[in-house]
């Protein structure tokens, strides 16, 4: 079984729509999670740290769910500049420790 | 320049070639690591480095990859004898020392080589 697991999609969505991306993780000793974005071709960038109270950043909202494993990314009012790869990223331990990538969600905003 | 620079860009090699890959990370960041990117899939860590010092290099698929850093600042990592499933994207990223035991300083990535064994 992979550390982390997510469903690859693609996800296509209308412009304006609202979408959700789910992750679950193996291991419960993991202490930091995010999510990456990461473009054709290019290098993945951090998109939002995920803590436990929930997070917002404008239009992205994510939630941790430490007793069940679950991270996910909510998508508002999408956008044709937010198709990405969206990759679920946990880290094992505290410092700096190698991150441990999801596969990655495919989504595509059409207009 | 501000972010991490790799080189080359692409690279193509016959099956059995040694090949060395480069990163020059963020000035003044002291961990370095190297992830495997395979087609379809998310990264997958190789090893890291603190300053020069290897500290992890458990995700090396084989003896036939070495990394390097021998004055905590370029990164060299080398292929020998490359077979067709070292076909990927490499990428190197970078971040400072974490201030404190408990935080996790963004990872920075470079933009990548990518990796053609024919």
């Known amino acids: 079984r992979k550390e982390v697991e997510q469903d690859p999609g693609p996800f296509n969505v209308p412009e304006g729509a609202t979408v959700a991306f789910n992750c679950t993780y193996s291991?419960?000793?993991?202490?930091?999670f995010f999510w990456y974005r990461q473009d054709c071709r290019k290098e993945p960038k951090l998109l939002m740290s995920?803590?436990?109270s929930g997070n917002e950043d404008g239009r992205f909202t994510a939630q941790l769910n430490r007793a069940s494993q679950y991270i996910s990314l909510l998508i508002r009012d999408s956008k044709l500049s937010d198709s990405a790869t969206y990759l679920c990223?946990?880290?094992?331990?505290?410092?700096?420790?190698?991150?441990?990538f999801g596969k990655g969600t495919r989504l595509s905003v059409i207009a | 320049g501000a972010g991490v620079s790799q080189s080359p860009r692409y690279k193509v090699a016959k099956r059995g070639q040694d090949v060395a890959l480069r990163c020059d990370p963020i000035?003044?960041?002291?961990?370095l690591f190297w992830y495997q990117q395979a087609l379809g899939q998310g990264p997958e860590f190789l090893t890291y480095?603190?300053?020069?010092?290897?500290?992890?290099k458990s995700g090396l698929p084989s003896d036939r990859f070495f990394a390097e850093r021998p004055e905590g600042s370029v990164s060299t990592l080398k292929i020998q004898r490359t077979q067709q499933e070292d076909s990927a994207v490499y990428l190197c990223a970078s971040s400072l020392d974490p201030l404190h035991q408990y935080s996790n300083q963004p990872q920075h990535f470079g933009d990548g080589t990518r990796l053609s064994i024919l």
């Open positions: 480095f603190q300053n020069e010092a290897q500290l992890d």
């Open positions: 995920v803590y436990s």
């Open positions: 990223v946990v880290i094992l331990n505290s410092g700096n420790t190698p991150l441990v």
């Open positions: 000035s003044g960041h002291v961990s």
């Open positions: 291991n419960s000793a993991s202490q930091s």
